[in-house]
């Protein structure tokens, strides 16, 4: 295996659909601006797929984890994801629901995060790892709060090539525009080189995510 996931092994294979959809275009006049279309939302999609995947193998490599190996950042965002609108202990603002089966919850749920107090404690298949990477017009923000989990890196892309990752912003502005619009200003070159960006963006992300793993 080439890469260090098996995610990146299958984003690589399948971005070759993306290419030969470009080539299409270059020999096929009447459906050019069709075939271009289909590349970048396809595009698009798969890096969606790839990111969410890698990042879901990633947070399953923490389980069985000691939480001594692992950063201060990684358990306090865990414990922050953690109190969303279902955690049982926002039931203690209401004292009609003191019952036993809330106070079970709430133990149960302490118990989940003892990680926080306990460097010996053993990282469950309950730890919160945000894996979900919304499409929109932008995502750059998004991509690097993803992996920012890990180490609570300010900018984990720094030594990308792009290290603003403004060429993402402007793939999914083409990508949000061809859905809604149903219009892409870009030429065969211009795919072509967006193409290359992802795939170079999908192997800083593999490497980053292995040279982050904690064993």
Not at 120 to 126: F, K, L, N, P, Q
């Amino acid at each position: 295996m080439p890469y260090h996931y098996e995610e990146t092994d299958a984003f690589m294979e399948s971005v070759s659909e993306v290419e030969r959809l470009v080539d299409l275009a270059k020999s096929d006049d009447v459906n050019r601006d069709l075939f271009l279309k289909l590349a970048m939302v396809s595009l698009v999609t798969k890096f969606q797929v790839f990111v969410q995947q890698s990042l879901s193998s990633f947070r399953e490599s923490l389980v069985g984890i000691r939480s001594k190996k692992l950063t201060r950042y990684s358990k306090m965002n865990s414990l922050y994801l953690a109190f969303d609108d279902g955690n049982p202990l926002l039931k203690l603002k209401n004292r009609k629901d003191f019952s036993e089966n809330s106070k079970e919850e709430i133990v149960k749920f302490l118990k989940s995060i003892d990680y926080i107090t306990n460097d010996e404690a053993v990282i469950s298949d309950e730890f919160k790892f945000n894996c979900r990477f919304p499409l929109g017009k932008t995502g750059k923000k998004e991509l690097i709060s993803l992996l920012k989990q890990i180490k609570g890196d300010e900018n984990p892309f720094s030594s990308f090539v792009d290290e603003n990752l403004d060429q993402l912003n402007s793939i999914l502005q083409k990508r949000h525009t061809t859905v809604h619009s149903d219009r892409l200003s870009g030429t065969e070159e211009s795919v072509t080189n967006d193409i290359n960006y992802i795939k170079a963006l999908v192997k800083y992300i593999d490497d980053y995510l292995f040279a982050n793993k904690v064993s």
